[in-house]
């Protein structure tokens, strides 16, 4: 028996309970790419709450301008999030999917609260975001280098190569250089 016709046979629910099993294995010994890219695709999903959610309540002199930098960040979240899953799908990977795995996954937090905040806070926190998953990018990156898998190499690094440059934009809009307070490049300083 092949072992796709074996894979056919069993249940989905005994096809999900091995996945499950093989991610907690894996984030419980050696992590790998995928593993680290189920965190990525968390945030993301946190991200694609919190931007609709400023995008809706931003407020203010700079309402317009904010208004559709939002849209454009949370829809550009949207075309990484469906991209990196695909990748992972084609390497062979089962990246998370359901908003339970999202939850547990992501390392980023949304608050309704967030929605009466300031338009430069909302601008603070969403580049404290973007560094956050820019980090577990890279980790992702230098996994995947050792993995060999060049396609999710080369996804990963235009992803991040897309979070840096909306970081430097977002840091330009409330006037500050492109790595300020920038605690990853900070410590490569010391």
């Known amino acids: 028996m092949t072992e796709n016709k074996a894979t056919q046979e069993r249940t989905p629910q005994e096809r999900l309970q091995e996945e499950q099993e093989h991610k907690e294995h894996v984030h419980h010994t050696k992590i790998n790419a995928a593993a680290i890219s189920d965190h990525l695709l968390g945030n993301m999903h946190t991200l694609h709450v919190k931007l609709h959610q400023y995008h809706w309540y931003v407020n203010g002199a700079n309402f317009f301008t904010l208004h559709e930098?939002?849209?454009?960040?949370?829809?550009?979240?949207?075309?990484?999030?469906?991209?990196?899953?695909?990748?992972?799908?084609?390497?062979?990977?089962?990246?998370?999917?359901?908003?339970?795995?999202?939850?547990?996954?992501?390392?980023?937090?949304?608050?309704?609260?967030?929605?009466y905040a300031k338009a430069e806070d909302m601008v603070e926190n969403i580049i404290e975001d973007f560094r956050s998953t820019r980090e577990l990018t890279i980790r992702a990156i230098r996994l995947v280098q050792d993995e060999g898998d060049d396609a999710l190499e080369d996804t990963l690094i235009a992803f991040k190569n897309d979070l840096d440059k909306n970081i430097w934009m977002l840091q330009a809009f409330i006037g500050k250089e492109a790595l300020e307070d920038d605690d990853a490049f900070d410590e490569d300083e010391d």
């Open 69 to 115: 930098k939002f849209e454009e960040l949370y829809n550009q979240n949207e075309e990484w999030f469906d991209k990196l899953a695909e990748r992972l799908i084609i390497s062979g990977h089962k990246p998370a999917s359901t908003t339970a795995e999202f939850e547990k996954y992501s390392m980023l937090s949304e608050d309704a609260i967030n929605k």
